[in-house]
């Protein structure tokens, strides 16, 4: 997904590594029917684009 949007955007992206950490508390599900993540933190690295670039992509990708 965010390869496709620095494309549709025109930003050169040759690489990206993405760190991505979840969060579970069993002892206080969010639901009783599912395993589900209380919170999820992505950590993003692109390669070959300028920070501002970077950052136009990531909000894009926010907004999903």
């Known amino acids: 997904l965010v390869q496709m949007l620095a494309a549709q955007q025109g930003v050169p992206l040759r690489s990206l590594d993405v760190k991505i950490h979840g ?23 692109l390669h070959g684009v300028t920070r501002e670039q970077g950052t136009q992509v990531v909000e894009a990708f926010k907004r999903r």
Request: without cysteine; proline residues 4%.
């Open 23 to 45: 969060m579970m508390d069993r002892a206080n599900p969010v639901r009783t029917d599912y395993t589900v993540f209380h919170s999820v933190r992505l950590q993003f690295t």
